[in-house]
């Protein structure tokens, strides 16, 4: 089983020390992923803001 300690290194790494947490949080990695993934459907119309698509998208997301 992983540490905890392991396991938020693994969705938290900063490029620098310095964070202002008050007003820009860190994203986990899991997050920063999935807003990737959402960035690239969106750029290929492969999302048109349908009920559908909204569905495929969470779908996609989720997983």
């Known amino acids: 089983m992983k ?7 693994a969705e938290f790494a900063p ?3 310095y964070l202002n947490t008050a007003s820009n949080g860190l ?3 899991r ?5 990737h993934r ?3 459907m969106r ?3 492969h999302l048109h803001n349908t009920p559908e698509d909204v ?9």
């Open 43 to 45: 750029a290929a119309f």
């Open 27 to 29: 994203l986990p990695a």
């Open 15 to 17: 490029k620098s020390v």
């Open 3 to 9: 540490s905890f300690e392991s396991l938020v290194r």
């Open 55 to 63: 569905d495929r998208l969470l779908n996609a997301l989720s997983g």
């Open 38 to 40: 959402a960035v690239r």
């Open 31 to 35: 997050t920063v992923a999935a807003l």
